[in-house]
T-cell receptor, first 114, second 114 residues
Framework: EADIYQTPRYLVIGTGKKITLECSQT?????MYWYQQDPGMELHLIHY???????EKGDLSSESTVSRIRTEHFPLTLESARPSHTSQYLC?????????????FGPGTRLTVL | AQTVTQSQPEMSVQEAETVTLSCTYD???????LFWYKQPPSRQMILVIR??????QNATENRFSVNFQKAAKSFSLKISDSQLGDAAMYFC???????????FGKGTLLTVNP
């Protein structure tokens, strides 16, 4: 299995709470991604980073924010959680290796906002 | 923009039989990679097989093989001798050129019947 970790694996919180989903990888990859996976299992890219101090919004608009202060760490923050944020969040990473851009995925965080 | 289409939301197969999952994509690029990922229930997404577009030979990984038709922009996955552990959501993904991001299809849920 790939060395990419996400914590917590499961989180149930109340509306209005601030939360941070953690993602870290030990592979030295410079590129990292956050996906939101809806109940139908479709993946939506919400944030990505191509290196330290570089973050971009993905294809799906999200109220979450991300930061990339260290290569191995790419946390996602929701300032005020709402029930509409209930979803599974997947973190992934890859590196430039020739032109191969296979992504490695973490186990995911399943978030429920009550 | 690239698109990936998986036309089969669900498929089922009998144990030990063969099943083929379909994937088509649209791109104007000539150099790209294609992937099949597997996401078992409540488990991590893992890479099943990859195909470089410049290679004419179809990729194989043990019981998994692809039928890559570049002109038709088709990339199907064949699973031979299906096993109960093959039950999962399967995603087809496209990665092109210097864009490190992947474009995913909506997925095909595979059920393996004993």
């Amino acid at each position: 299995e790939a060395d990419i970790y996400q914590t917590p694996r499961y989180l149930v919180i109340g509306t209005g709470k601030k939360i941070t989903l953690e993602c870290s990888q030990t592979m030295g990859h410079d590129k990292m991604y956050w996906y939101q996976q809806d109940p139908g299992m479709e993946l939506h890219l919400i944030h990505y980073s191509y290196g330290v101090n570089s973050t971009e919004k993905g294809d799906l608009s999200s109220e979450s924010t991300v930061s990339r202060i260290r290569t191995e760490h790419f946390p996602l923050t929701l300032e005020s959680a709402r029930p509409s944020h209930t979803s599974q969040y997947l973190c992934a990473s890859n590196e430039f290796s020739g032109r191969l851009n296979e992504q490695f995925f973490g186990p995911g965080t399943r978030l429920t906002v009550l | 923009a690239q698109t990936v289409t998986q036309s089969q939301p669900e498929m089922s197969v009998q144990e030990a039989e063969t099943v083929t999952l379909s994937c088509t994509y649209d791109t104007s690029e000539s150099d790209y990679y294609l992937f099949w990922y597997k996401q078992p229930p409540s488990r991590q997404m893992i890479l099943v097989i990859r195909q470089e577009a410049y290679k004419q030979q179809n990729a194989t990984e043990n019981r998994f093989s692809v039928n890559f038709q570049k002109a038709a922009k088709s990339f199907s996955l064949k699973i031979s001798d299906s096993q109960l552990g093959d039950a999962a959501m399967y995603f087809c993904a496209y990665g092109g050129g210097s864009n490190y991001k992947l474009t995913f299809g909506k997925g095909t849920l595979l059920t393996v019947n004993p």
